[in-house]
């Protein structure tokens, strides 16, 4: 089935995904809507977010969970416009819908071959391992019928537990004993969970975007703390690493996991172990790195990951090579930067805080509205505090995050009887291992 009338000469027929309510909906920065053609399907979230004035079709959908309905919309954006030319989709829980959209209708851009390869744990890393790259020994769930068949007794414990599909480290759970698997298996739904060895050793982050298979922009950053950690009520920092050869050693394992992946074009967000035997690939997703990730390339470097990655999906080459090229001088940058995310205090409501002076590094604060209350959904954005940093080296980054973390004052009151006292000034901002120890 195809959509694919011709297009009046220069402007393109483009749907957007878009489930995003906060800033990242703000396509009006990156595609002319006076130029092409633009049609949503949108979440009423998502729909509420749109700022830009010429819209030439909209669909409001209570959410994407209905593959048969977002079909249909896309259809109906289809008829409006003509035809389509192109499909953005920019939430990673939408990529294998995107992918599947783009097969039905003809449109050019991944498919669900290529997009499985960055959405399913098990699929990764049996693309790497194929490669000759090193991961972590493993088991997809649907593979075995008991919690000790043979395949799953060779692990070594303890074990990491994944949905296979999910994302920032939802559903992620460390096993310690068989007798732990075993009460967990019940619940599980194995076709949907993989299972992998845990290996000791510091977790890095690698970002950016490439363009014919070869790097537009890419930083490689340490991180402090995990994102499993983050999920659990601990905070989770980042550093980025000095050039050098451990930073040049990491871009290289990104390039040959990407190549391995098949990516030639579009944005990614990888994450390497660095345990007894060299770096091991953790996983992989075909998007913007997320938390702070975006805004340090933003606010350091000047780019817009978003922007090129909009461009490279909507298909503005023009557009994509302005960009690209002020990507690439910017790689050149010496600066180096980091964040810190303090999780939300589940339960409890915001009542005021300090943020620390005298951090010369420290750039930005963000921190919630007064008396907003915490109910767990907050994610990576509604948190205790999110900072970020800026500055000439890695050992300037990790330090400002340290003493952050020493001065940062905050009070909570209770989110059910707000008119209590409020509780100890900092509580729990000393869960972060020292962001400048050596990795």
Known sequence: MSLHPQPSPGRSRIVVLNRWSDDFAAYHRYIDHAAHEVAYVCTPDGAAALAASRIAHLERLPDFLDEAALHEAVRACGAALGGIDRLVALSEF??????????????????????????????MKQVVAAA??????????????????????????????????????????????????????????????????????????????????????????????????FANGKPLGSVMLDPGPAHDALLAFARDSLRALGLDDGAFHLEVIRGGDGLTFLEIGARVGGGEIPFLFRDLYGVDLYDLWVAQQSGDAARFAARAQAARAASASPLRGGFLMLPEPVGSRFVEAEVPSGI??????????????????????????????????????????????????????????????????????????SASAAA
Not at 158 to 170: E, Y
Not at 386 to 396: C, I, L
């Open 94 to 123: 939408d990529l294998i819908a995107a992918g599947r959209l783009r097969e039905a209708f003809d449109i050019p851009g991944d498919r669900p071959a290529a997009v499985a390869r960055f959405r399913d744990k098990a699929v």
């Open 132 to 229: 000759g790259l090193r991961v972590p020994r493993f088991v997809a769930l649907d593979e075995v019928d008991a919690p000790d068949a043979p395949a799953l007794a060779a692990l070594r414990f303890p074990l990491v537990l994944k949905p296979r599909a999910g994302a920032a480290s939802a559903g992620v759970r460390r096993v310690d004993t068989p007798a732990q698997l075993a009460a967990l298996w019940p619940t599980l739904a194995r076709a949907d969970h993989e299972c992998e060895e845990y290996i000791e050793g510091p977790i890095y982050h690698v970002d950016g975007l490439v363009a014919d298979g070869e790097f537009v922009i890419a930083r490689a950053s340490r991180y402090v703390n995990t994102c499993l950690d």
């Open 360 to 433: 010369a590094a420290l750039y930005r604060a963000v921190l919630p509205k007064r008396h907003h209350g915490f109910d767990g959904k907050g994610g990576y954005d509604t948190i205790l505090a999110r900072f970020r940093y800026r500055g000439a080296s890695e050992d300037e980054i990790g330090a400002a995050i340290d003493a952050t973390l020493r001065e940062f004052r905050y009070t909570l009151a209770d989110l059910t009887a707000p008119s209590r006292p409020g509780w100890p000034r900092g509580q729990g901002v000393a869960q972060l291992q």
